[in-house]
């Protein structure tokens, strides 16, 4: 039998017990229901010489969960005369454990979605890169032969429709690898390393001198940072924009395109709320046909073209993919114009 000698008063509050009430009575007359729980074996450990420190386990007496120190107590003499015990209730501790065990398990399953639909676009890549090619190289190739040896035999209506199937092929193919550019975004070179980005704009605009000469383009730029960047994203990403602004030029119009680059530091003039000081925003501006600013949101999702394919060539994929990169790079990107 064990005597209860004193307790404090979080003790009386948490036991709801009195200590007038309670002290020098056996434990056992106070706490019936606590016989032979675990409680009590720990007490008794402890009164054998023992030092007790369990794991949380939930209490037969208050239904929360505790966690047990118990130090046996020694006399002049050296024997054990009490036990001191403190019981910690850890039951915010716990319950807080079971959330995080399980967002843990949510973030398994969602983890193991991701890996599933990362499993289906690579699928799916393989699907574009080969099975839904190959019937349009067919078809353009014996469109092709057709045309060339049934020239004469031909009707002008016939090789008209033989010539649109060939367009119509052709844009099927872009469309095809612009979308295969799309879902790499994710997947592809995604190492950060130091780029000086002037000499990857000399890169892109050497890649796209053909376009530049053609149109007569002028690109004029600030000096460019050195970030840690993802090199093929980047420069895919600096090579659209300066295609589209060349793209949408104004009839007659020599395009010239201006490049700015700054650090912000006050964080009174950051444009995005997410955006923390210390980060490089850098612009394009462009003499061309312009748009309206009602589509300023629009001209990055997949598929939005705000032209006709007869008016300008493309896919609607182009500036999705930017939206892409700067995403993959935590940045952010957006657009302003007027007609």
């Keep these: 039998d064990c005597t209860l000698l004193t307790m404090n008063r979080a003790s009386e509050k948490y036991m709801n017990k009195s200590r007038h009430n309670v002290i020098g009575k056996k434990l056992q007359e106070i706490y019936p229901e606590a016989s032979g729980t675990k409680g009590e074996s720990d007490l008794i450990r402890a009164l054998r010489g023992e030092f007790v420190q369990n794991e949380p386990y939930r209490s037969a007496l208050t239904g929360r969960f505790i966690q047990n120190y118990l130090t046996p107590?020694?006399?002049?003499?050296?024997?054990?005369?009490?036990?001191?015990?403190?019981?910690?209730?850890?039951?915010?501790?716990?319950?807080?454990?079971?959330?995080?065990?399980?967002?843990?398990?949510?973030?398994?399953?969602?983890?193991?979605?991701?890996?599933?639909?990362?499993?289906?676009?690579?699928?799916?890549s393989y699907i574009a890169s080969h099975d839904l090619q190959e019937p349009l190289r067919k078809i353009r190739t014996f469109s092709n032969r057709i045309m060339e040896k049934g020239k004469k035999e031909l009707s002008e209506l016939s090789l008209d429709y033989f010539q649109r199937i060939i367009s119509a092929s052709d844009r099927m193919q872009n469309l095809i690898t612009a979308l295969l550019n799309y879902s790499r975004m994710n997947t592809l070179e995604i190492e950060f390393s130091k780029v000086d980005l002037n000499n990857a704009l000399i890169e892109v605009k050497t890649n796209l001198s053909e376009l530049i000469d053609e149109t007569k383009a002028k690109i004029i730029s600030d000096p460019l940072p050195t970030l840690e960047v993802i090199p093929l994203q980047f420069n895919q990403l600096l090579t659209n924009i300066l295609t589209n602004a060349i793209k949408y030029r104004k009839e007659g119009v020599k395009p010239v395109i201006t490049i700015k680059s700054e650090k912000i530091i006050d964080p009174k003039v950051l444009p995005f709320p997410m955006a923390a000081p210390g980060y490089y925003k850098i612009s394009f501006h462009d003499n061309g046909i312009g748009f309206d600013s009602l589509y300023a949101e629009k001209i990055f999702e997949l598929f939005q073209r705000l032209h006709g394919k007869q008016e300008y060539e493309g896919t609607g994929i182009g500036l999705a993919i930017c939206k892409k990169i700067i995403q993959n790079h935590k940045g952010f990107i957006n657009a302003e114009g007027f007609p």
């Design 73 to 124: 107590l020694f006399d002049q003499d050296g024997k054990i005369y009490a036990a001191l015990a403190i019981a910690h209730d850890v039951t915010e501790i716990k319950i807080a454990e079971e959330a995080i065990r399980s967002a843990n398990k949510q973030l398994e399953e969602k983890n193991a979605e991701l890996a599933q639909s990362n499993t289906e676009l690579a699928s799916f």
